[in-house]
């Protein structure tokens, strides 16, 4: 289970994911790397003259049209959401990502992919404690009838609704304590989605090239083309969901606290990080005693109070 009151972690051995970019439709390498305390997940273009590093904080967030971009000096790094969420699921907090092209893979369209790959990997303590951003009070944000927001909770959770007008999406509604075990079982598979007529609108402006039946659920006006259907009956929630841990992991540091969402995308995410941000009184940063750490409960997977944990001071 993930763990309060926890060490910084990071991999113990480097993994190595090889796909195509989402509208690239080209190859691309990605290799996580074990980094230091402190490091946090930083994105690093290999493909260029002089390597440009991008931190995964929401202050480098460039776009959220069709997915999460970050940048830096002009340089960007693509579809970085499904890689973020299982990085921040499963507990990971400094990491080296390399690429080799400007979009991270898409794999099968789910963070599932990397999940394994990471957890194969494995992961160790170092000697820093982990930063936790505690959310205070409610802070929410809307977009017509859109809805999102983050209110005071004893650890992260997400409840998220969605409500098409189709016939095979409709209304759906998922609730989960976002840690390893719940990830892994409820979320990491869930796939990305789009409609048939949205796609081929994509690839005729030359995007969306690397997009296909193998990385996405596509639906037409009354169907889901996919042969092998869905993996979950409820995938497009469940999809959302893992969207929004990884847009919400661009704070930098784990978050205490619950995310309620109503057709909410990235937009709308990166709306409410950068909402929390901006006041704040609307969160606490926390860091770990190493009493605490080191005589924590085993197994503790909550946190039993944000007092526990001491402000961390500048």
Do not use: W
């Not at 369209?109 to 194969?120: L, V, Y």
């Not at 095979?168 to 976002?178: A, N, P, R």
């Not at 005693?289 to 946190?303: F, K, Q, T």
């Amino acid at each position: 289970m993930l763990q309060f009151n926890d060490f910084q972690r990071t991999l113990s051995q480097p993994a190595i994911c090889r796909g195509v970019g989402l509208h690239s439709g080209l190859p691309v390498t990605l290799t996580l790397k074990p980094a230091p305390a402190g490091h946090g997940i930083v994105f690093v273009r290999t493909d260029l003259a002089r390597p440009v590093s991008i931190p995964a904080l929401a202050e480098y967030v460039v776009d959220t049209s069709l997915a999460t971009t970050l940048g830096r000096d002009g340089v960007k790094v693509g579809t970085v959401e499904h890689l973020m969420s299982a990085l921040a699921a499963l507990g990971i907090d400094n990491v080296r990502a390399e690429l080799d092209g400007p979009e991270v893979p898409i794999m099968d369209g789910s963070a599932a992919p990397f999940t394994h790959a990471i957890m194969e990997a494995g992961s160790h303590e170092l000697d820093a404690p982990r930063e936790y951003l505690v959310i205070k009070k409610s802070v929410a944000v809307t977009d017509g009838d859109k809805q999102a927001s983050l209110t005071p909770a004893r650890r992260f959770r997400i409840s998220c609704t969605i409500d098409f007008e189709h016939p095979v999406i409709q209304g759906q509604s998922f609730d989960v304590d976002v840690n390893d075990r719940g990830f892994s079982r409820e979320i990491s598979r869930a796939r990305t989605f789009g409609f048939l007529r949205d796609v081929e609108k994509l690839k005729t402006l030359g995007l969306a090239r690397g997009g296909s039946l193998e990385n996405a659920v596509v639906v037409d006006e009354a169907a889901i083309l996919n042969p092998d259907g869905l993996r979950f009956p409820d995938e497009f929630v469940r999809h959302k969901i893992l969207d929004a841990i990884g847009d919400v992991s661009l704070f930098g540091r784990p978050v205490i606290g619950h995310m309620t969402a109503f057709k909410t995308g990235h937009a709308l995410n990166h709306k409410l990080v950068r909402k929390v941000l901006a006041d704040p009184s609307s969160f606490d940063i926390v860091t770990a005693r190493r009493r605490d750490v080191e005589g924590r409960e085993p197994g503790r997977a909550s946190l039993a109070g944000a007092l526990e944990l001491e402000p961390l001071v500048a």
